[in-house]
């Protein structure tokens, strides 16, 4: 879609021009998760409003290992200075009992758009979020394939209405290879570039069933694993699964009922399809021990081989 507007360094400038004639005389907020949408939207957000832009880490709890400081640091390096909003007890509040995969996503949403972006909205005076939705995010909700959280308008939903504020989407146009090159252009590091996709529900996402703090600190710990093992891979993204049902097990000679782990590992250019990586056995046997000396409730590592579709990338 760059190709529209002929080069990402022609996007930038039309984006920044249309975000500054948006938001005017007024004040916008985002939220910065670390992903390379979020990121971009950012870099792009600053580049044309300056301090009329305040940028938010929402610390849901639902977030990799040491997620907020690392980025915070990254961008407080490049100049833009972020806030910590510490949401966890929200988060989990909003998703106790809930086990529908759908459901698990309003919530997220609910939570985020509602209560915390809507707290932070009234505290700051702001009347626009700035997001970095981008055009696969639509696609995936319009057609039915799972409701992204950060999809509005295209679903009939008017944020002002149901909100209190508007939402700018300047890299809608855009997939995820698109931002990428957006991302660099605005001078963000190959590591924020190049970053493999994180979902905006974070690891709630990556739990079959019900998200429990303890359950969130056995998915993140397998993530940090599977993230540092397949890095050298190259490939589009990769993750790890908690699944809900526990299988027999056995853990000193003697029969035990532990969790399971799913790895999935992917090929991709934009996320609308994607093939498995074909993991060496090695590479497996060894994330696999990995796994199961680093959480020693797990009893079974297993590599999703399905592409997409009909698999997704993440599990729900």
Not at 226 to 255: C, P, S, W
Request: aromatic share 8%; with cysteine; net charge negative.
């Amino acid at each position: 879609m760059i190709g529209v507007l002929n080069t990402p360094g022609a996007f930038i400038r039309i984006k920044t021009r249309e975000i500054s004639e948006t938001v005017g005389d007024g004040l916008a907020i985002n939220a910065l998760s670390g992903g390379v949408d979020s990121s971009a939207v950012t870099m792009l957000g600053h580049r044309a409003l300056g301090n009329k832009l305040k940028t938010f880490f929402i610390e849901n709890g639902l977030m990799r290992q040491d997620e907020s400081q690392q980025v915070a640091s990254l961008f407080e390096g490049l100049g833009i200075p972020i806030e910590i909003v510490d949401a966890q007890e929200e988060f989990f509040n909003a998703l106790e009992g809930i086990i529908d995969p759908e459901e698990k996503r309003e919530a997220v949403t609910q939570t985020f758009y509602k209560k915390v972006f809507g707290n932070l909205v009234e505290e700051s005076g702001a009347k626009f979020l700035l997001q970095g939705t981008i055009l696969t995010d639509v696609d995936e909700t319009v057609a039915g394939i799972k409701r992204q959280h950060n999809v509005f308008e295209q679903l009939g939903i008017d944020p002002q209405k149901e909100f209190g504020y508007k939402i700018i989407e300047p890299l809608v146009q855009l997939r995820k290879d698109g931002v990428r090159k957006v991302a660099a252009a605005l001078g963000l590091p190959e590591s924020a570039y190049n970053r493999i996709p994180f979902p905006g529900p974070g690891l709630a996402t990556r739990i079959i069933g019900e998200v429990t703090f303890e359950k969130v600190e056995i998915v993140r710990k397998a993530t940090e694993i599977v993230e540092e093992a397949l890095e050298f891979t190259n490939a589009f993204q990769y993750l790890a699964i908690l699944h809900e049902d526990k299988v027999t097990g056995m853990k000193n000679n003697k029969r035990v009922f532990g969790q399971q782990i799913e790895v999935r590992c992917w090929e991709s250019v934009d996320a609308r399809t994607a093939q498995p990586t074909n993991l060496q056995q090695w590479v497996k046997q060894i994330l696999v021990k990995e796994v199961i000396d680093a959480i020693p409730s797990v009893v079974s590592v297993t590599f999703n081989e399905a592409p997409k579709p009909p698999s997704t990338i993440e599990a729900i």
